[in-house]
Nanobody, 114 residues
Framework: QVQLVESGGGLVQPGGSLRLSCVAS????????LAWYRQAPGKEREWVVF???????SYADSVKGRFTISRDNAKNTVFLQMNSLKPEDTALYYC????????WGQGTQVTVSS
């Protein structure tokens, strides 16, 4: 059974940066397509960024140019570097493995506020 554990969230001022990490245990990490989602209070969970097993990436328009996803298959870890953070980036951030069904982590809170 594959499990995901996110970390790296916190409180940051607008314009600041955070780096989220998500470590997978079990499974064959290097063959998985991975993604980050987020859910703000009172809103539905939304897709943020994707990285394929082959390293291809895609980003939601709202984060393009500010967020960068990467992966380290040797460490079973996917990262999300978030720069130029805005208050509207405040959300619970989840990493996921695109299997059927999708495997979710427990989430890490990101709060952008002055």
């Amino acid at each position: 059974q594959v499990q995901l554990v996110e970390s790296g969230g916190g409180l940051v001022q607008p314009g600041g940066s955070l780096r989220l990490s998500c470590v997978a245990s079990g499974g064959l990490f290097y063959i998985y397509d991975l993604a980050w989602y987020r859910q703000a209070p009172g809103k539905e969970r939304e897709w943020v960024v994707f990285i394929g097993a082959d390293g291809t990436t895609s980003y939601a328009d709202s984060v393009k140019g500010r967020f960068t996803i990467s992966r380290d298959n040797a460490k079973n870890t996917v990262f999300l570097q978030m720069n130029s953070l805005k208050p509207e980036d405040t959300a619970l951030y989840y990493c996921s493995i695109h299997l059927d069904p999708i495997i979710w982590g427990q989430g890490t809170q990101v709060t952008v506020s002055s």
